[in-house]
């Protein structure tokens, strides 16, 4: 990695990302409609959903870069797959934290059972959590072959987790994606898209942002073992 | 400011504090990096000097 | 060696039987499982109980939080019997497919549930359920059935990644408990929709079909990854 390939891929995304983002918040405050039944709370909707499916991605890219690293053994799958676990978790608390803001501001409580999305997203914190409590729980290339299968595990948690909750049919949540389709109006649903392609933007930003430093960790770590040999 | 209104300042103020903290934790790492490419630097000259000057007779 | 080898039914037996006799010998694990889902009751009900409440609708939801946590005592001591590095060596090189070995795991695991069970659900009815519980006996039995399947197979997998870490009590629990949370959710539903006061049939087969699907999609995952568990 010594051309400035990386850098300038960076720059790109991080641009691309910003201008995603200024275009989202402009056009969910500004040019979106006020939602009728729950009004401009419901606007907390697209950056809450938005994170929640960012992390879903990133579980999803941590599982098949673990799958990667199983069949290929090389380190730098692992460093993809772990980056996109903290990344995730990250979006997960994110999650929690505007989800139980939304539960406030829609049913009075910090906190509802009822909601699936919350309820997971709990779950899915614990799941993840646990992912680098076994990371640090083994060294070298255990630590990379064990991270790999529980990458592929908790991944499979993750929609079992959520369907459980939900045949526990007791939710007060309004069901924004059905079956026959999203039934928010367009004039929604374009600015619904609009934050979820920024919050990839970060997703994939905040991605190249960890590998260039852990690169650039090891390469300094080269360093010092040569120095050392050689003192 | 309606309250409704004040729920939704608050989820997007939550999101750009976590993109802020992480920037902090980003400066941070930076921070460290930049100390041990520092002391490597110094190591490094270090070696550089030793080498070039005549090692001082062990006996005198 | 592959599953198809035709001896692996009799490895699968012999591995079996090697760890069950151990266990009958010495008795120690299914003592302890017992002991510990009736102290667990016994927390719940002084927890939650002791007013007198009536604590049918939720006798399904203790028996699985305590199933659960005493299931974590059974994964744990699985391997016990080899836990010694050399002995995991010795078998993983004699002509023993890694599968058949996990499978003889997680069978091992299955059967400490079942024993259990088989005291945990009639005190469950003594304890929690105020009105009859024996028409709904079958039914239950199903569900703990059904539900053993998927804390087996997840069991086995995650009792090798814990296997040798330093904390292994500890990190045991921590990997295990979330990923079973969706089976404590479906157990307790299914349980609660016979045992606990209303009969509800409809809300019984939908978490029933989810355990049957959870335990096939951890059972792939294990499949998938079962060979990689093991050191090279």
Redesign the interface.
Same mark, same amino acid.
């Given at each position: 990695m010594t051309d400035a390939r990386p850098g300038r891929r960076l720059a790109a995304t991080a641009t691309a990302t910003a201008a995603l983002t200024a275009l989202a918040v402009y056009g969910v405050f500004f040019v979106a409609p006020e939602d009728a039944d729950q009004g401009i709370i419901q606007k907390i909707f697209y950056f809450h959903v938005a994170i929640a499916i960012g992390s879903l991605l990133a579980f999803l890219v941590a599982c098949v870069y673990g799958i990667r690293y199983l069949r290929s053994r090389d380190e730098r799958d692992d460093e993809v797959s772990s980056t996109a676990v903290g990344i995730g978790i990250g979006f997960a608390i994110l999650v929690v934290i505007t989800g139980s803001i939304w539960a406030k501001a829609s049913w009075g409580t910090w906190w509802v059972w009822t909601d699936p999305r919350l309820v997971t997203f709990l779950i899915v914190l614990l799941l993840y959590a646990a992912y680098f409590v076994l990371r640090s729980s083994a060294e070298g290339e255990r630590r990379m072959r064990y991270s790999a299968i529980y990458s592929i595990a908790a991944f499979a948690s993750v929609p079992l987790s959520f369907y459980s909750v939900r045949v526990a049919r007791s939710f007060v949540h309004p069901v924004v994606f059905t079956q026959n389709g999203a039934n928010m109006p367009d004039s929604m649903l374009v600015w619904f898209a609009v934050s979820q392609l920024a919050v990839i933007g970060v997703f994939l930003t905040i991605m190249q942002v960890e590998l260039l430093q852990r690169r650039a960790d090891k390469a300094l770590r080269r360093i010092k073992l040569r120095l050392e040999a050689a003192a | 400011m309606s309250t409704g209104a004040q729920y939704v300042v608050a989820v997007y103020g939550v999101v750009l504090f976590g993109l802020l903290m992480y920037v902090l934790v980003l400066g941070l790492r930076t921070a460290r990096l930049a100390r041990e490419a520092e002391l490597l630097a110094r190591l490094a000259e270090r070696e550089d000097e030793a080498r070039r000057a005549p090692e001082p007779a062990a006996t005198p | 060696m592959s599953a198809g080898d035709p001896s692996w039914p009799r490895q699968m037996r012999a591995l079996l039987l090697k760890d069950l006799r151990l266990e009958l010998r010495t008795r120690d694990t299914a003592v302890a499982m017992v002991l510990f889902v009736v102290l667990a009751m016994l927390i719940f009900q002084f927890a939650v109980g002791s007013r007198g409440t009536d604590l049918t609708p939720y006798a399904g939801g203790i028996l699985w939080a305590t199933l659960s946590l005493t299931a974590v005592l059974g994964v744990g001591r699985s391997w016990v019997p080899e836990r010694d590095q050399r002995v995991l060596d010795g078998i993983l090189s004699a002509p023993v497919s890694r599968l058949v070995l996990l499978t003889s795991k997680a069978a091992t695991i299955y059967a400490y549930l079942l024993a259990v069970e088989i005291v945990a659900v009639p005190l469950m009815a003594l304890f929690f359920v105020r009105g009859s519980v024996a028409g709904d006996l079958g039914l239950i039995a199903v569900t703990c059935l059904l539900a053993n399947l998927g804390i087996a197979v997840?069991g086995s %997998?995650?009792a090798c $990644?814990?296997l +040798? *870490?330093? *904390?292994r009590e500890l $990190?045991l629990p921590? %990997?295990f %408990?979330?990923?079973l $949370?969706?089976?404590v959710? *479906?157990a307790a539903?299914a349980v609660n929709a016979v045992a606990g006061g209303t009969n509800d049939l409809a809300?019984y087969r939908?978490?029933s079909l +989810?355990l049957a699907?959870?335990a096939v999609? +951890?059972g792939l995952?294990a499949y998938?990854?079962y060979d990689?568990?093991f050191?090279d």
């Amino acid at each position: 990695m010594t051309d400035a390939r990386p850098g300038r891929r960076l720059a790109a995304t991080a641009t691309a990302t910003a201008a995603l983002t200024a275009l989202a918040v402009y056009g969910v405050f500004f040019v979106a409609p006020e939602d009728a039944d729950q009004g401009i709370i419901q606007k907390i909707f697209y950056f809450h959903v938005a994170i929640a499916i960012g992390s879903l991605l990133a579980f999803l890219v941590a599982c098949v870069y673990g799958i990667r690293y199983l069949r290929s053994r090389d380190e730098r799958d692992d460093e993809v797959s772990s980056t996109a676990v903290g990344i995730g978790i990250g979006f997960a608390i994110l999650v929690v934290i505007t989800g139980s803001i939304w539960a406030k501001a829609s049913w009075g409580t910090w906190w509802v059972w009822t909601d699936p999305r919350l309820v997971t997203f709990l779950i899915v914190l614990l799941l993840y959590a646990a992912y680098f409590v076994l990371r640090s729980s083994a060294e070298g290339e255990r630590r990379m072959r064990y991270s790999a299968i529980y990458s592929i595990a908790a991944f499979a948690s993750v929609p079992l987790s959520f369907y459980s909750v939900r045949v526990a049919r007791s939710f007060v949540h309004p069901v924004v994606f059905t079956q026959n389709g999203a039934n928010m109006p367009d004039s929604m649903l374009v600015w619904f898209a609009v934050s979820q392609l920024a919050v990839i933007g970060v997703f994939l930003t905040i991605m190249q942002v960890e590998l260039l430093q852990r690169r650039a960790d090891k390469a300094l770590r080269r360093i010092k073992l040569r120095l050392e040999a050689a003192a | 400011m309606s309250t409704g209104a004040q729920y939704v300042v608050a989820v997007y103020g939550v999101v750009l504090f976590g993109l802020l903290m992480y920037v902090l934790v980003l400066g941070l790492r930076t921070a460290r990096l930049a100390r041990e490419a520092e002391l490597l630097a110094r190591l490094a000259e270090r070696e550089d000097e030793a080498r070039r000057a005549p090692e001082p007779a062990a006996t005198p | 060696m592959s599953a198809g080898d035709p001896s692996w039914p009799r490895q699968m037996r012999a591995l079996l039987l090697k760890d069950l006799r151990l266990e009958l010998r010495t008795r120690d694990t299914a003592v302890a499982m017992v002991l510990f889902v009736v102290l667990a009751m016994l927390i719940f009900q002084f927890a939650v109980g002791s007013r007198g409440t009536d604590l049918t609708p939720y006798a399904g939801g203790i028996l699985w939080a305590t199933l659960s946590l005493t299931a974590v005592l059974g994964v744990g001591r699985s391997w016990v019997p080899e836990r010694d590095q050399r002995v995991l060596d010795g078998i993983l090189s004699a002509p023993v497919s890694r599968l058949v070995l996990l499978t003889s795991k997680a069978a091992t695991i299955y059967a400490y549930l079942l024993a259990v069970e088989i005291v945990a659900v009639p005190l469950m009815a003594l304890f929690f359920v105020r009105g009859s519980v024996a028409g709904d006996l079958g039914l239950i039995a199903v569900t703990c059935l059904l539900a053993n399947l998927g804390i087996a197979v997840l069991g086995s %997998l995650y009792a090798c $990644l814990a296997l +040798f *870490a330093r *904390a292994r009590e500890l $990190l045991l629990p921590v %990997l295990f %408990l979330p990923s079973l $949370l969706p089976v404590v959710i *479906a157990a307790a539903g299914a349980v609660n929709a016979v045992a606990g006061g209303t009969n509800d049939l409809a809300e019984y087969r939908g978490y029933s079909l +989810f355990l049957a699907v959870y335990a096939v999609i +951890f059972g792939l995952v294990a499949y998938a990854t079962y060979d990689h568990v093991f050191d090279d």
